[in-house]
C-alpha cells in the first residue's frame, strides 16, 4: 500500500458529503501544499476525503486556515476541461491519520492537540527518525 504524508493548510472549512448513490457518507476538504522558494514556489492543492470516526473528528475541529500534518492512502482522478478539452488531474487521498501542527492564528512553530486515531511521530519537519520504508524513493 503507498501512503502519502503532507505538511499544508485547510481550505474552506470541512464538509459532509451524502452521495447520491447511497454509497457511505464523508467528509471531504482540501488543503494547500507549498513547495520551493520564492520565484519557484509551487502550492498543490490536495483533496482530502475521510469516513467514519475520524470524519467527526474532522467536522469537530478542522477550520479553514489550520495547519495539519495528514498521512493517508493518495489517488489520481482525471478530468477534462469543458471549455478547453484540456485534460487535467487531481491529487486526492483517503485519509488515515492526522495531527494539527499549530491551532488557526497560532504561529507555525507552536504544536497544538494531537487528534489521530493512533499513535504516530510528531509532525515536525526533522525527518530523521524515518524509516527507510517511509521515504517514497
Known amino acids: 500500500m503507498i501512503e502519502l504524508t503532507l505538511i499544508g493548510h485547510v ?5 459532509w458529503i451524502h452521495p447520491k448513490s447511497g454509497k457511505d457518507s464523508f467528509v471531504a476538504f482540501s488543503i494547500a501544499v507549498s513547495s520551493g522558494s520564492d520565484e519557484n514556489k509551487k502550492t498543490t492543492w490536495v483533496k482530502i476525503s475521510v469516513k467514519d470516526k475520524l470524519a467527526e ?10 495547519r495539519l500534518w495528514v498521512r493517508g492512502t493518495p489517488y489520481a482522478t482525471a478530468w477534462e476541461d469543458r ?3 484540456k485534460l487535467n488531474a487531481d491529487l486526492n487521498m483517503w485519509l488515515n491519520k ?5 491551532a488557526k492564528g497560532e504561529d507555525k512553530g507552536q504544536s497544538s492537540k494531537k487528534t489521530n486515531q493512533t499513535k504516530t511521530q510528531e509532525p515536525e519537519e ?9 521515504i517514497p524513493f
Open 83 to 85: 471549455e478547453s478539452r
Open 126 to 134: 526533522d525527518y530523521s527518525q524515518l524509516d527507510s520504508d517511509d
Open 11 to 15: 481550505g474552506k472549512d470541512p464538509e
Open 57 to 66: 473528528t474532522v467536522i469537530a475541529h478542522v477550520q479553514s486556515g489550520a
Open 98 to 102: 492526522m495531527e494539527f501542527c499549530s
